[in-house]
């Protein structure tokens, strides 16, 4: 009977002992699993598309690397309720802190939403959207001004074409894609006056076959350089080089596709914003709403020169990426339109949002944005 | 569909007493061979799955978490299934009366379409419940007309209805793309041509107490009424009887044409409430992010419901749960997305080939 009580009340202080060990035990436990961040991404296509998303991938993989930081991946997610419920499910099941939503239409309804639902956890999506009168604080926009890198790549291609005419498969005429063309023709003009861009609109982001066909055009029209902007580059760099012309890349390094005629590409460098945000958690400290720029941030880069590139065209992009790092303006006005009308009235800055705003082609420019 | 009717109608002297007992044993023979052939599915699986040096139980450990295991995943699930309910329903109903129609997508985006159109002067006027009721049939009525089309063409020319359907299905899509990057395009949202949102306070919310928006629910009250309809109904049986043999059906003095009609419309009035449901519990307005595949994705799920009503919701339950947990197992295990497609690939061909099991095994033969 005694031996029964006194096992029981043994067992009970042990018991409390023991919860009181674990208790001290685990704070420090669990304090370091507080201080760990994870970062869920979701991309609208494949990682390795040889575009927008496998941009995204490359940096994702180098904040990887950073201590304290798990990253979680989910690709070929659509723009509909399958992207609120991926991005929520890493929220309940993965534990996600941070959610960094790669595709334009992400955004609304499902980001906000989600954002609204989940207060502690940080949201950012990758295109200039957040309103910072209407949208939850907890989310946020970041982006790269990619026209800055198809600027190195005009400067490359206009020293290393023959026929003085650069060919540009274009998906839409936005503003975002148009200042892309701008940029090539302008950096190409400020090392080779002769130097013209010839642009081919396919209508959308992802038409492959037309693709094709435009890039066939472009180098039956006398082009020898072709570059893009389109969602997968793959089928114009591939169609290029197939047919012995050179080629600018965009988005990613399209390098393996055009061993032959690759001259430089534009890229985006998203590890600068995604591992500026780690740190910036790590450190306790809230996220930009608004994270945006071009090469003076950091923020893109050109691929490895290729084959393609002529050695005095390599030494005028290197010159051209320090004087854009030192914020020399690619909009030097006055500037006609195609159309022989006054479109840009003065020198403006790179990141001046009136260049947002584009809706023309520049004098020098073959084709129509209609 | 033929082998029930043979079932049923075979002239066999039977003892009351066996009747529960062998209808019971034949019925058996309907879910046992689909669940053998997944479970089979899920085994030549895992060999892949160890082909590429990953952990099948850990797999299943995931689908499991990711599709079922929690509140969360099971309403995850259940929201992934419900416009693939309706879509089914769109290929399921033509397919009794004889047809393939795999045009479900059109009509899903058309009538999506529509039911954001017919709001746009609505918002803000009439209250939303009306708002929603007139959508609701704007988006049945033109997917109903949609797939009518296909159904007309049918019986009036002669013309294939599963390459009418997928070709308007094309055409649907462009006349969405016209609208929303054309006349009714919302001016203030530049890069992505949509119509005018219809906002929060029209949206349909969700079911109490869950995050499942009501087309899951409309989708099994549909899925019921129309097992119902095709059951039960002198409709549902001149239709059955038009499937099995047209001529004969036309030899009775049956209404082939209009049943065809009919059915093609009902179809597309499935697919086209699927449209007003994205719409007005997803999107919040018509864009390019309606034709999401939905359409496609629901030819599946009636072909291994073996267009049955009352089976779709389940095989879109399941279906529901494996897209849900494809993100979990992608995450945890490093899988690209293909990884559950091959799945859903295993699942439907071993499924199909079970088909030629069906009879073939005594034990689940009446006995007499």
């Known amino acids: 009977m005694s031996n029964n009580i006194i096992s029981r009340r043994a067992l009970l202080q042990t018991a409390a002992v023991g919860a009181a060990g674990a208790a001290i035990w685990l704070r420090p436990w669990t304090s370091a699993r507080a201080a760990e961040l994870t970062v869920g991404i979701v991309y609208v296509g494949a990682r390795d598309d040889f575009g927008w998303n496998q941009a995204h991938a490359v940096a994702i993989k180098s904040l990887k690397e950073v201590p304290g930081v798990k990253v979680v991946e989910e690709e070929n997610v659509p723009e509909t309720d399958a992207v609120s419920k991926s991005m929520e499910s890493m929220i309940n099941l993965d534990g996600a802190g941070l959610i960094l939503a790669t595709s334009f239409g992400y955004y609304s309804p499902f980001v906000v939403d989600l954002a609204k639902k989940y207060p502690a956890v940080q949201f950012r999506h990758a295109a200039p959207l957040w309103n910072k009168d209407k949208d939850p604080k907890n989310a946020g926009s970041y982006f790269g001004y990619l026209n800055q890198a198809h600027y190195i790549d005009g400067v490359a291609a206009g020293l290393s074409t023959k026929t003085n005419k650069i060919g540009f498969v274009a998906a839409k005429p936005i503003a975002s894609v148009l200042s892309n063309i701008n940029s090539v023709l302008l950096g190409a003009r400020s090392v080779n006056r002769q130097a013209m861009v010839q642009v081919i609109f396919t209508g959308d982001w992802s038409m492959p076959v037309r693709e094709a066909e435009a890039a066939n055009a472009l180098v039956d029209a006398g082009c020898d350089v072709i570059t893009c902007h389109v969602d997968g580059p793959k089928v114009v760099i591939e169609t290029a080089e197939k047919r012995g012309a050179k080629t600018c890349g965009h988005n990613a390094s399209q390098a393996p596709l055009a061993p032959k005629g690759f001259i430089t590409g534009g890229e985006y460098k998203w590890e600068t914003i995604y591992k500026g945000y780690a740190a910036e958690l790590a450190a306790g400290k809230t996220l930009p709403n608004f994270t945006a720029g071009g090469y003076e941030a950091d923020f893109v880069r050109n691929s490895a020169f290729g084959a393609g590139c002529s050695e005095e065209g390599k030494k005028a992009a290197m010159a051209a990426i320090e004087g854009l790092r030192a914020k020399k303006p690619i909009y030097a006005g006055p500037l006609k339109d195609n159309k022989g009308k006054v479109v840009i009235d003065k020198t403006y800055d790179n990141l001046d949002p009136f260049l947002d705003k584009m809706d023309y082609l520049l004098e020098g420019v073959i084709g129509s944005t209609t | ?368």
């Open chain 2, 1 to 368: 569909m033929s082998d029930v009717n043979l079932a049923q109608s075979a002239p066999r002297v039977i003892a009351p007493t066996a009747i529960g007992s062998s209808r019971w044993r034949s019925d058996a023979e309907y879910v046992v061979i689909p669940l053998l052939a997944i479970v089979a599915a899920f085994l030549l699986f895992a060999v892949f799955l160890l082909g590429v040096g990953k952990s099948p139980v850990e797999f299943v450990q995931l689908v499991w978490r990711g599709g079922f295991g929690t509140t969360f995943s099971l309403q995850n699930t259940l929201q992934r299934s419900s416009p693939l309910i309706l879509t089914a329903l769109a290929v399921a109903i033509p397919a009794r009366i004889g047809l393939i129609m795999i045009g479900g997508e059109g009509a899903l985006v058309l009538g999506g379409f529509v039911a954001a159109a017919v709001a746009i002067p609505l918002v803000g006027v009439a209250p939303p419940m009306p708002t929603l009721i007139a959508m609701a049939l704007a988006g049945m009525l033109t997917g109903g007309f949609w797939m009518g089309i296909c159904g007309f063409l049918r019986c009036a020319r002669g013309v294939n209805e599963t390459i009418s359907s997928l070709l308007l299905t094309y055409i649907g899509v462009a006349i969405m793309n016209f609208f929303v990057e054309g006349p009714l395009r919302d001016l203030s949202n530049p890069n992505k041509p949509s119509t005018m949102p219809i906002g929060s306070a029209y949206m349909v919310g969700p079911i109490p107490g869950t995050s499942v928006h009501w087309g899951f629910l409309f989708g099994l009250v549909l899925c019921f009424l129309l097992y119902l309809l095709m059951s039960r109904t002198t409709f549902g049986f001149a239709a059955r009887v038009t499937g099995g043999n047209f001529r004969a059906a036309l030899a009775q003095g049956l209404p082939v044409g209009k049943l065809i009609v009919a059915c093609s419309a009902i179809a597309g009035a499935c697919a086209g409430l699927a449209g007003f449901f994205e719409v007005a519990a997803i999107q919040g307005r018509a864009n390019a992010s309606l034709a999401a595949g939905y359409g496609f994705t629901g030819i599946l799920v009636a072909f291994l419901a073996r267009h049955n009503p009352l089976v779709i919701p389940p095989v879109a339950i399941m279906f529901g749960g494996i897209v849900a947990a494809g993100g979990l197992v992608q995450r945890r295990m490093g899988l690209p997305d293909a990884t559950v497609q091959v799945l859903e690939g295993l699942i439907f061909v071993v499924l199909l080939t079970s088909e030629t099991l069906y009879g073939r095994f005594s034990i689940f033969k009446p006995r007499a």
